[in-house]
């Protein structure tokens, strides 16, 4: 559905939901990894979402397990 994914980039790029700066924090964006404002430097974490946080600390963890 290329009107929705064109209403999140839209929402995406709004500074409102840009906490910082750099926290990207909207609750009508389901994505648990939307791309960054600046796609060339991939992805980040959609704090408004429960399931992106989660996610988000079993990357962080499994990093401590294996390199910690």
Excluded: H
Aim: without cysteine; neutral net charge.
């Amino acid at each position: 559905m290329p009107e929705i994914e064109d209403k999140q980039q839209n929402d995406q790029d709004d500074s409102k939901y840009w906490k910082w700066g750099i926290f990207y924090y909207n609750p009508n964006d389901k994505r648990l990894l939307p791309p960054k404002r600046n796609p060339m430097f991939g992805w980040t974490v959609n704090f408004a979402n429960p399931f992106s946080i989660l996610l988000m600390i079993a990357i962080i963890a499994a990093i401590v397990y294996f390199f910690g």
